[in-house]
């Protein structure tokens, strides 16, 4: 077993490069790094092109990885190139889930998606993913402008979830035509809204929910079926985007 | 008007000293910077203590501070001691409410309150201020071990709410005494608990979510009178705390 322990090593610089998400996207892939995001990623079957370890940390690779031969570092090494305070000396390169692929539909046609327009917040991102997962929606579908959903803290934020529920990069243009040739309802969530009640709600469903500051655009509130919005008896204006997206998904939940 | 140019300025050191939490804490006060922060506390009748505005920025302090003479500093000086990357060149020192107070009750007995045991993530105990006050919530309970509600990530992630609410300090042994002596149902949110299904809930009720990696204490759990949790269809086994807290706090306002 060879150990790297210089920070000039080509193996160590090109991880390196990959700390950096543009650098990692541009590739295809992702790097993530500590034992539960690895260890979530390996669990969901996830495509793993490479294993970095420190030296203290070649047992997890053997236990965890053991069809791919580990680069292992000195634990010098591994800290320079880490990105937390505490490196847990575990890495590993996946490939990105495919963002491009179609939206899926189930066989009992019961679907809900969650389409977020403009959403900036990666927390935010990661909870509705989280929320998503749970409530049993069928996908997550993010506009061009919405955050990288690979980004390290929506990763993080979605506790697992980000490897067990499809999420798709779809134009407002391509969400349309593809709900308006289903005949699925369309919800816009807004403030303008109908207040939601009790039967207001169908499946298949797909419901909008825009920036965290302003909302929908104009161009896709006035494209959905029906503007709705959550009943607040208090004094708040607005609720947090992912707590919205969250109260609505447990309400589709309920048609399951 | 004299304008303050120098760093070393006495009250400009003592204003700087407040930006740190534990030392405006230690004073009773919170300092607010941003004209968002400062617009929101101040239209909610916060007492003001002080003023501090940029050069440029006189004429915001006549407007929505007009009985307070303002500390007036440079621009440079202004941004030496801000907190923010682009400062805006307001802040105000305010008194902070008293989180020491009573649990509030309401003359028609529907309360609801949400109690925090342990809930570290600033932007989660703002997520949850904003739901409460939204929903029509009587109080946030906060245990003395969740973090400090008038942290500024916290400030800002309720978006005015923090000052619309009524937010109290409690030891879990002060909430429980409370709540028997008053009668109130007492709900834990556990992933051991029964899944929630209508006409579950009644008021008053308080409920009562863990931390966001633990969850609830187990003697906290066993002083509830019930166990309950959110159905979840999905895959993910849990919810992020605020998204948890925002659910329940939903169904409970449809009883108000």
Known sequence: MQIITSRDNPNVKRIAKLAKRDQARAEGVILLEGTRLCEDALASGQVVTEVI?????????????PNIEPLVLSSNVFS????????????????????????????????????????????????????ADAFGLSAVIVSPTTCDPFNDKV?????????????????????????????????????????LGAGDLKLPCAYFIGNEGDGLTDVTTSRCSRLVKIPMKGKAESLNAAVAASVIGYELSKLL
């Open 80 to 131: 320079k190139i880490s990105q937390t305070v505490n490196p847990q000396g575990v890495a590993i390169v996946i490939k990105e889930p495919d963002v491009q692929a179609d939206i899926p539909v189930s066989a009992d046609g019961k679907d809900i998606y969650v389409v977020l327009e403009n959403t900036r917040d990666p927390g935010n991102l990661g909870t509705i993913i989280r929320m």
């Open 53 to 65: 370890v420190s030296e203290e940390k070649v047992s997890w690779a053997k236990e965890f990885t």
């Open 155 to 195: 990763i993080r934020a979605t506790m697992g979830s980000i490897w067990h529920i499809p999420v798709v990069r779809k134009t407002m243009d391509e969400c349309f035509s593809f709900f308006e040739k289903k005949g699925i309802d369309t919800l816009a969530m807004h403030l303008k809204g109908n207040e």
